[in-house]
């Protein structure tokens, strides 16, 4: 690119930041005071190859793409993932941004990761954070953990330009569109896809939306971005970025665009407010030399702080037990409170000094920890409001799936339906019962079912907290009313 040009470039980014920031200044919740408003999350899907790790590479490291995955180094978490080129685990990488939404450079672009956090968290005033989520098939459960569990605020899905619309791409695409989650398109690989297959990629994906009801808006260097994120906002439209991660070709534009986005804590009814109880929904634990059992998870309500006695459970019985926390650490710095919205990591140990220590085994994805003034309860059973996406044959009681609602994931069977059986296409209501342990669920929570080719999604309508789980080796009533009715006549012999 000549120089002429690249000033020529420069000097549209400028304007249309200072026309973008100029409108946001109108609007007093868009540029927030507090990190946790400040915190987007932002899960990152698409089909294996198509360059996700790559992207995320160049966008936080600020570094070029040598044409074979030189960038994609610096996110992967295992050596087996860097030496196969491909994803298979939840990265997490941030990129900050100053008062005047310009991006903070790494310290330099092979720092480790806790280098390169604080050397961000001393600048930034708004960060983006960013899940690289696995696109091969035989992973697709950890994507949909990713993105019903963790409460991504947006989804970015990839496309690889010299590969057009895969079959993963759509399964990815659909699940966004089940769990109601803000999503933007960004085509790689431009630098190498051939021009017309680069079309047919494009024109695809245009069509795809079109049926989904968005208008596809192919962003070009001169774009207003002020007029863009309002209509984004909205879900009138889906913008589709075109990049090469070797010659930054819409980079510029992308990071602009990330720059703009807002959180949408606010919207999302599975966050409550500051004033409520605290509330963290576990997503993972891990045990830390020296320091024990610590917990990850999202805060949905409240704030919590270092030595708050806090309830965590439910156990395999649903029964809570008071925890202490030690310590808080949020964007791998030491904090001393957790606000609502965060995902936090929390240094635990029991109450009592009496109990055994506190085990890693204790613990599960979907606990919480939670303030005893919210006296929270397990339930094994649960009715959602459900719609069957694919079905061989049809869903009867007794069905079995493993249900995904939010990082749960446990089978469950279908104990009742308003309906003699599903098809695919049906919708009706069930009422589903966990078959290993009571779970901690919200009314309103998203959840999808899946079971070989089986799928169906569905949200949280009623909670049943009186059924209790019989003893084992105790049939309750009604599975003793159900083997009755099942029971052959024999008729008496003369």
């Not at 050596?79 to 685990?89: F, I, M, N, Q, V």
């Not at 960004?186 to 208008?215: H, W, Y």
């Not at 703009?260 to 999302?268: F, G, H, T």
Request: charged share 25%; glycine share 6%; aromatic share 6%.
């Amino acid at each position: 690119m000549k120089e002429e040009d690249k000033e020529a470039s420069n000097n549209n980014d400028t304007t249309n930041t200072s026309s973008v920031l100029s409108v946001l200044e109108e609007d007093k919740n868009t540029i927030q005071t507090t990190k946790a408003e400040n915190d987007i999350r932002i899960c990152i899907i698409g089909n294996v190859d198509s360059g996700k790790s790559t992207l995320l590479g160049v966008l936080t490291r600020c570094v070029k793409d040598n044409g074979n995955g030189f960038a994609r180094k610096y996110v992967f978490n295992f050596p087996h993932e860097k030496d196969s080129g491909r994803t298979s685990s939840i990265a997490h990488e941030i990129m900050g941004f100053d008062k005047e939404l310009n991006q903070v450079p790494p310290a330099r672009a092979n720092a480790n990761r806790i280098e390169q956090w604080h050397h961000i968290n001393k600048a930034a005033r708004k960060y983006i954070s960013f899940l690289d989520l696995c696109g091969h098939e035989k992973y697709l459960k950890t994507t949909v953990f990713g993105l019903s569990g963790l409460m991504p605020d947006y989804a970015m899905i990839v496309v690889g330009g010299n590969m057009g619309v895969s079959k993963m791409t759509k399964e990815h695409l659909g699940i966004t569109l089940a769990l109601d989650v803000p999503f933007f398109i960004v085509v790689t690989k431009t630098d190498i896809a051939p021009p017309e297959v680069l079309k047919n990629t494009v024109q695809t994906l245009c069509r795809i939306l079109k049926g989904v009801k968005k208008s596809a808006e192919l962003i070009k260097a001169e774009d207003d971005f002020a007029k863009l994120i309002p209509l984004f906002k909205t879900g009138a439209i889906c913008p589709i970025f075109s990049v090469s991660n070797v010659t930054q070709e819409g980079i510029v534009q992308l990071k602009l665009f990330l720059s703009l986005l807002q959180s949408r804590v606010s919207a999302n009814p599975l966050f409550r407010s500051l004033d409520d109880p605290a509330e963290c929904l576990i997503d993972d634990v891990f045990n830390v030399a020296g320091v024990g059992i610590v917990v990850s998870g999202t805060m949905l309500a409240g704030v919590m702080s270092v030595n708050q006695v806090l309830l965590l459970g439910p156990d395999n019985v649903g029964e809570f037990a008071p925890v202490i926390v030690r310590s808080i650490h949020y964007k791998r710095e030491v904090v001393e409170k957790a606000y609502l919205g965060q995902s936090v990591c929390f240094a635990i140990r029991y109450q009592s000094t009496k109990k055994d220590p506190l085990r890693k085994s204790n613990i599960k994805r979907g606990m919480l920890l939670a303030d005893k003034a919210l006296n929270p309860k397990a339930a094994w059973e649960f009715t959602a409001e459900v719609m069957i996406l694919h079905h061989a044959t049809m869903i009867q009681k007794n069905y079995q799936a493993v249900v995904h609602c939010g990082v749960i994931r446990q089978t469950a069977e279908v104990a009742e339906m308003d309906k003699e059986y599903l098809k695919t296409g049906d919708k009706g209501n069930i009422r589903f019962r966990f078959l290993y342990r009571p779970e901690c669920l919200h009314i309103g929570m998203p959840l999808l079912f899946l079971e070989g080719r089986t799928k169906g999604l569905g949200k949280i309508v009623a909670i049943n907290h009186e059924y209790k789980r019989p003893k084992p080796g105790v049939t309750s009533e009604e599975e003793l009313k159900e083997k009755e009715r099942k029971k052959p006549n024999k008729k008496k012999s003369l």
